[in-house]
């Protein structure tokens, strides 16, 4: 099974937005709404952000979004804030191994 | 607190056999799946393949089907990766992370194992 497609690197300023896609195909991303995203900073473990495309667990910030259409799902985070700046990854079920797929980071730079 | 707590850090030579563990805590042990991720170093992250406890049915991604060994023992809230004979491209740190469902997003995450191979 192939990783999702993620953008290597994206970059924003403080307060300004970005987003992160994540694209798949119709085994994975496109075929069911499991799609999850994750923050990691150096050294640390994986931190869920987003679930099931767009519902945030308790306790992350709102300014963290989710959406999907077709096969490409998107992360937007408002209000970029220093801490921010970490590595993302998404992950989607898919039914060609009835497992899950990641794609393959994308590291955010706030500047 | 719901916890997934791994164990050590490991140091093999290539061909030797390894065991690492994950222990959950604070939740029905049984009610969650528990995957395991790798990441080499530098690198993404990367199922591997996950176990219900509650029966220790797994399924591996293919990548890594016949390569690690999955399991558990429900009654110490234990899980499990295996290796028979390690080579050095298994240096990685490796995750334990749990999911409610099959399809399930990883809630919960252990803090890590690094394992390292080599001569």
């Known amino acids: 099974q192939s990783a999702l497609t993620q953008p290597a690197s994206v970059s924003g300023s403080p307060g300004q937005s970005i987003t992160i896609s994540c694209t798949g195909t119709?085994?994975?991303?496109?075929?069911?709404?499991?799609v999850s995203w994750y923050q990691q900073h150096p050294g640390k473990a994986p931190k869920l952000m987003i679930y099931?495309?767009?519902n945030r667990p308790s306790g992350v910030s709102n300014r963290f979004s989710g959406s999907k259409s077709g096969n490409t799902a998107s992360l937007t985070i408002s209000g970029l804030q220093a801490e921010d700046e970490a590595d993302y990854y998404c992950?989607?079920?898919?039914?060609?191994?009835?497992?899950?797929?990641f794609g393959g980071g994308t590291k955010l730079t706030v500047l | 607190e719901v916890q997934l707590v791994q164990s050590g850090a490991e140091v093999k030579k290539p061909g030797e056999s390894l065991r690492i563990s994950c222990k959950g805590s604070?939740?029905?042990?049984?009610?969650?799946?528990i995957s395991w991720v790798r990441q080499m170093p530098g690198k993404g992250l990367e199922w591997m393949g996950r176990?219900?406890?509650?029966?220790?049915?797994?399924n591996y991604s293919p990548s890594f089907q016949g390569h690690v060994t999955i399991s558990a023992d429900k009654s110490i809230s234990t899980a499990y990766l295996q290796w028979s004979s390690l080579k050095a491209s298994d240096t990685a740190m490796y995750y334990c992370?749990?999911?409610?469902?099959?399809?399930?997003?990883?809630?919960?995450w252990g803090q890590g194992t690094m394992v390292t191979v080599s001569s």
């Open positions: 992950s989607s079920y898919t039914s060609s191994s009835t497992g899950v797929v």
């Open positions: 176990i219900d406890p509650s029966d220790s049915y797994t």
């Open positions: 604070g939740y029905s042990f049984t009610s969650y799946w």
């Open positions: 099931d495309v767009s």
């Open positions: 119709s085994s994975d991303v496109g075929g069911y709404n499991y």
């Open positions: 992370a749990r999911s409610v469902a099959v399809a399930g997003h990883f809630d919960i």
